[in-house]
């Protein structure tokens, strides 16, 4: 069997098992997208010294233990603190101050992960006073990493970049003065949470739930396909209260047709985006 | 008899004659056969036999001759052979002896067989006689076999003969019964042909004949006949049946050819109808007039249905009175006296009741004085008159009366039917075009009227225009006046932003001047108190007390400063509010804690009373209504020197519902003057000047207190009386939250800043874990402050560092550079020599140390420096005053490796 056949018959293998664990668990990842999806299944097999994707299918269908492993490595976890310091630089220059005007803030904070960029939006809001009048919703498709969210205590080994990219960010206060070092964790500080929600939704089979100010969905589109991100791009777009901000990844992006229809570029490189309804 | 019998008869006769013929032929060739097998078999047998018996009988005869001369030797073999030919004689005769049955052969046979017996006798006493006597004793016996032997052959030939004879006598026999048979079947044959003739010749007469009549019958036919000729029924058999069809279809024939006589006839009659129909629409359709309608109308339906007279009526509705008016007549204009009348009112006449019940009226036999059809050489009386009504919609809307000579056919009825529901229509369509045509003439008038107000109003338009060209003039000489505005505008948003940075400059002046004045401050104070604790036990009495004064002194200035520092924020809108939930015994046990000692100290009495009906958590900035509280409550107790200072927290309505928690602080102190009242709340003001020296303090308190009421939503309110105390009470509204809303779980405790924190607080350092990222690790101090590298040395010593300090930046990259132990630096920013921000650029310009985490230390109100600090090499950055926690949280960070 040569290559391209051998890695045809594991595109076919992977599909059969996203089939299977939507089958079986009612968990949707059949729309996403294929290459990253298969470096962690690819990472699963070698972990657990399984030879084929078939396999693995198997063991998954009989052991939910299992399921659940890989469910956590499909789930992105990948998230730091003040991630892309000018994106958050942005925020603070050019859309919180548009935000202040607002009785209440509301902001939806999909696919946060452990909540690492959640908090640096509580520190954010807090420094430019906005704080107490606002609401951050963070939701994410997996309730372990929500619960790690909960607690808000980080590594302390990331403590260091955390700290440049805050103040890259335009931090003014110490960054310091917002955690408490405990072991290897550093906790931050329970006011932070006060104003935050933590929440399981699902981007792929859920709709929306409210009416946002501002939405921030940063590198989780790109790990789904084409018509997932339409989907996702729909939700948000119809979660948006009029004028309300959409925040997304360095590498992602409005899809063509959205873009002058719907939205307004606020920074192209930061890839902040205005609802446009032209009303 | 049908004819299938007849055939069947005539022929079943044929075929039987011939089968007969054919048994009778094959009887005659079997017994021929039997014959002819009789002589072979028979016969021929016989003769066999005989001729076999005579030539074994030569044979013995022979042989027995031949014996006789023979030698001894061969006797033996000569005598057996004989005996074997006698053997095979006896054979033969008894064969036949059953086969021969003539009487005369069967004697002849017995002879033959007598002879041949006792020829046999004869031949076996010879052979006997030669075996046992010899040769010689034979003689004499030998011829008497010979002679034996000739009558045997006699009997033989004799009996050949009869069997010949009998043989020819059958050949006979034959030939007479073969001639017998040809005979039969010559005449037989005859038979069956002249009878087959006659069957077939009657039986074809037959049916020549009757076929040729039916023939006849049928060429007689004429097509399109209504009466066609019939057959007449001659038996029962194939061709009477064929007849009675003949006449059943000749009978449908002649209904059809009816029937469509019949239907072609009515198709003529609608055909004529139609186009008369037709001719009388085209008539009507031009005719805009009912007059010329009538007219036209008479004129062609009166010849259409032969008729001579005619006369049209119409109804017409006049003031609710219906009558019939007359519109046209037909060839009766002359005798004016049985002319139709003009006008007829409803239901009179005939024609007013046909007008009324709507239904044809004919009459017959009219009388002599009626209506008289004229030419010019004659009149006569019509034959019949008929009144027929013009429905429209069910409705009468007009009367025709024809008359004529003859007699009206049912066609003519019924052309005239047709023709008046044609002519209602008619009659209609031209009321409603005459109708049409009145409106017509109406709307040409009213659009005359409708062209003259047009043109009135245009004028109006013009001047309407004019106006709002005048309006728009002025309109842009007011848009002039707007742009001016913004211009104005403009100019004062510059001003405003000037004075923005004004301001901006001057709280930097305060931050500034806040940093340098607190930081050798902290160190006088911490020194001081060092000092006091005397733990060498070498200060007299009057130096602890100058000591005490020093400290003292500090503590006031501190204050003055912090509560200055607190005014220009508040001013400059700068302090947020952070709502939580207040818990209230909490705040009661804070403030007994602290007033109870000063008034005891006092010999004042200090109480604290909280109204039943107080929720037990309020919703609201606990510090700052904490910060209020102890204002009001340490004035209070400054001013009293004896009596009671009281704390009394009760609900109190507002005037608009609201509702109020009412902290009230009132004293038994030396009050303050009418006067006074209003300026308390003034900065920098106390009741009295010259109190101010007795009394100490900023006087800044209280406006502080009022500003962060104010902040709440709430107010202080002052009442008093020079020499009998004072009552100040400050009103916090309530939040509209439901109690229940708010939670038993504690408040998140918010550490009031305290000032200084720059000296590590003793139960923090004994509660500190030995943390394994700090314990043994080196710290370098750079900070020109005594004070602070004191203190943060035994922060940093508690934990199991080991510090050490260089004074200014210089010294510390000495240090550094004599030193490669040092595993992170705490810098100072602001230093003589060399500040912090030079000192770190030219750290991190040494390639061993860029990685050696700094972190710098900054003042608490220079929040823009913090990014010149990083921009400098700086890791991260602490604001002083220090919070240990902080400080030691940051180190782990930097120190994790």
Redesign the interface.
Known sequence: MNVQQSSKMETIEIKLLLEGIYQCYGLDFRDYAMTSIRRRILYRMKVEKIATVTQLLDRVLHDPKMMEKLYFDFSINVSEMFRDPSFFLTMRKKILPKLAKYPLIRIWHAGCSTGEEVYSMAILLKEE?LF?KSRIYATDINERVLEAAKKGEFP??K??DY??NY?NS????????Y???QKDF?KFD??LS?NITFAQHNLVTDGSFNEFHMIICRNVLIYFNRSLQERVHSLFFHSLSNNGFLGLGSREGLLNRMTNLQYQVIDNKEKIYQKDTGV | MKYTTRLYVGFGLMILLVTVMIALIVGILNHQNQDIHNLVEDRYEKIKLLNHIRSSTKNIDNELTILLQSADKDKEEKVLSIREAMIGIDDDIAVLKDIIKAQEAKALLNTLISQVDSYEKTVEESLSRVLYNGTNAVFGIDSMASEQYGQIVTVIDELISIQEGIMEDTLDNSKATYDLFIKISISSIMIALIFGYVVSKWVIRDIKTRFRSIRDVMKSIQYGSENLPRLKLTGKDEIGEIALAYNEMAQALEDHERMEREYTEEIEEQNWLAKQLADLSMLSQEILDILKLGDTYLQEIVPMVDATYGSLYIVKDEQSLRYLTQVSSYAGAENIEFEGKEKIKWGEGLVGQCAKDGKIKQLFHIPDNYISISSSIGEAKPNAIMIVPIHLDGEVVGVMELATLTEFTPLQEKLLMEATKQLGITIYRINQQMQVRNLLEEAQTLNEELQSQSEELQLQQEELRTMNEELEAQYRHSEQKTKDLENTKLELEERTKQLQLSSKYKSEFLANMSHELRTPLNSLLILAQILLENKEENLTVKQKEYVSTIYAAGKDLLNLINDILDLTKIEAGKL?V??IEMNMSELEQSLIKQFEPLAVKKGIQFKIDIEAGIPRFLYTDEQKVYQILKNLLSNAIKFTERGFVKLEVKKHAGSWGETYVMFKVSDTGIGISKQNQQLIFEAFQQADGTTSRKYGGTGLGLSISRELAALLNGYITVTSQEGNGSIFTFYLPISNLPEKLISEQEA?V?VEEVYPQLIADPTLLTESVQ?Q?LVGKKVLVVDDDMRNVFSLTTALEAVGMNVSFAENGRDGIQYLQEHDDVDIVLMDIMMPEMDGYEAMSKIRKDARFVDL?IVALTAKAM??D??KC?DAGA?????KPV?L??????L???L?K
């Open positions: 006073g107490d302390l080994k403590m260091q700290t440049n103040v335009g931090g003014v206060q110490d960054f310091s003065g955690y408490t070092v550093a329970a006011s006060k | 947020d952070h709502e998140a918010t943390d990222y985490p929040s823009h913090r990014k990083i890791s991260d950055y602490i604001t919070n926690e902080q400080l030691y949280s940051l782990k960070v930097w994790y």
